[in-house]
Structure formats: structure tokens, C-alpha cells
């Protein structure tokens, strides 16, 4: 993929989109979980026996709880993330529903499921919505940093039309930007959803 000529450093994009999602009023929060709920059901994203994969909200990160919820109430099975031992970077995804058990990660994030679990790889999923820190105009996206998405899914830079989750990233419309700067490792989205708009991107999911 092609590199930007003089991409700005990551890590001061990060820090300027840490401030630009911290900067969301608190009444577009509030109504945000609700508006994605409505756009993602009106492009027919949840469905019956589906396998979701989604995440607690931390950090001022979009609200996808109304989401999780109405994928419950559809029957689908809803996994959340579950952060690997150290040094290593691919997610696990626990069903909710499997056992009792929460914990807190190492980032202060509430976690289900415990060690010794059924759990799932992203590659088992149907769909993955996951939380952005920003994304740009061609879907690509910057999370925490952690590098745990992209490694979770780096499988589809050599199989790109292997089975994959659609890739969905929720993010306020604050958060959106012209060129973030990439990656050779960096897996672009099938499509973001904020409070405002759904936004498609032509990632080269053959299951569009
Ligand atoms: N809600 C939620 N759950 C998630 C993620 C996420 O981004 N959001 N993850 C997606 O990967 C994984 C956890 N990854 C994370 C990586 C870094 C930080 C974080 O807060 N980093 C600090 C700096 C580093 C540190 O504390 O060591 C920071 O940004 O201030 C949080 C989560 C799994 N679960
Ligand atoms: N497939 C990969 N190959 C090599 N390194 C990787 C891969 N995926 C992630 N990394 C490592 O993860 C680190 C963080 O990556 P990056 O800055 O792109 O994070 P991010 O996309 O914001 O995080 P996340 O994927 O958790 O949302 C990188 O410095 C890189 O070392």
C-alpha cells in the first residue's frame, strides 16, 4: 500500500485526536450510542445467530452498549475483546453469557471471561465493531496504540478474501481526518459509523 509522502508521527496525531475525542460534548455523547444503534440496524448490520464481536467503552470512547444490547436481545452471540499475556498482541474474544466472571485489564478496562474459557480469534467472527481513537477518509483507523487490533487481524493482509469479520469502527464525527498516517501493518475498515453517518469504504471485502 502506498505510503504518505511526509506522514506526520504517530504518536502526535494520537495525542491530538486523544484531545479531540475528550473535547466531545457530553449531549453528543449521550444521544451517540443511540444514533449508531439506529444506523447500524438500518444497514442491516446485526442479525440472528451471528457472532459479534464488540467492546466496553472506556476512555471516552463511543457508546456501544445500546448496540450490545440489541445484539443480545437478537440472539446473537456478543464476544468482547480480552487482552493476551504480555508481549503478546493477538486478542482474544470471550462470549458473553459463558460464565459469570469479570475482571479488570491491565489498562483498567472491564474484561469478561477468564483464562481457561472458550474463547474465539477475530478470523471466527462475523462482524467486529471496534472502538477508534480517529479514521480517515480511505478507512483506515488509529486505536489506543496497543497494536492489538492489527495484530488480532493480521491474517487478512495475506488473505484478503479469507473468511473475515466486517470490519466496523465507531467513532465520534469528531474524529474523523483526511490522512492518518500508515502502517504496512495496518488493516483498513470496511466501514465507520458515528453519531452522524455511516461512511463505506472499499477495503476489498468480497462479502461487502
Ligand atoms: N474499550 C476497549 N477495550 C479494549 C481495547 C480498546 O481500545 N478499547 N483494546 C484495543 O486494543 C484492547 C486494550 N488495548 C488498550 C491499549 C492501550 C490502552 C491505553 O489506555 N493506553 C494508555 C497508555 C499505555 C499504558 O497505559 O500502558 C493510554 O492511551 O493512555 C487501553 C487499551 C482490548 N480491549
Ligand atoms: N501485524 C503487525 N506486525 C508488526 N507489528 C505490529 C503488527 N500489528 C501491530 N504491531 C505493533 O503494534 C504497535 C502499535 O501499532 P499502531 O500504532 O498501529 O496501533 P493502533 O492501530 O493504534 O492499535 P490497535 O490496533 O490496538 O488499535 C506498533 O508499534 C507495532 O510494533
Request: hydrophobic fraction near 40%.
Amino acid at each position: 500500500m502506498p505510503a504518505n509522502p511526509n506522514p506526520p508521527d504517530k504518536a502526535s496525531v494520537r495525542r491530538r485526536l486523544r484531545v479531540l475525542r475528550r473535547a466531545v460534548p457530553a449531549a453528543t455523547r449521550k444521544r451517540a450510542g443511540q444514533a449508531v444503534l439506529r444506523l447500524a440496524l438500518s444497514h442491516r448490520l446485526l442479525s440472528r445467530k451471528r457472532r459479534v464481536g464488540l467492546y466496553i467503552p472506556a476512555k471516552g470512547e463511543l457508546d456501544c452498549l445500546p448496540l450490545l444490547d440489541r445484539a443480545l436481545w437478537l440472539g446473537a452471540a456478543c464476544c468482547l475483546p480480552v487482552v493476551p499475556r504480555a508481549r503478546q498482541r493477538m486478542l482474544w474474544f470471550s462470549r458473553l453469557g459463558d460464565g459469570p466472571h469479570w475482571g479488570v485489564n491491565r489498562y483498567g478496562i472491564p474484561e469478561y471471561g477468564h483464562r481457561g474459557f472458550e474463547r474465539l480469534r477475530a478470523a471466527d467472527l462475523d462482524i467486529l465493531f471496534m472502538p477508534l481513537l480517529g479514521f480517515d477518509t480511505a478507512g483506515y483507523r488509529m486505536g489506543m496504540g496497543g497494536g492489538y487490533y492489527d495484530a488480532s487481524l493480521a491474517y487478512l493482509t495475506r488473505r484478503r478474501h479469507w473468511h473475515r469479520p466486517r470490519l466496523i469502527g465507531l467513532a465520534f464525527e469528531a474524529q474523523r481526518v483526511d490522512v492518518l498516517p500508515r502502517d504496512p501493518w495496518d488493516i483498513p475498515l470496511d466501514a465507520v459509523i458515528t453519531e452522524q453517518r455511516y461512511y463505506r469504504f472499499n477495503s476489498g471485502n468480497v462479502r461487502g
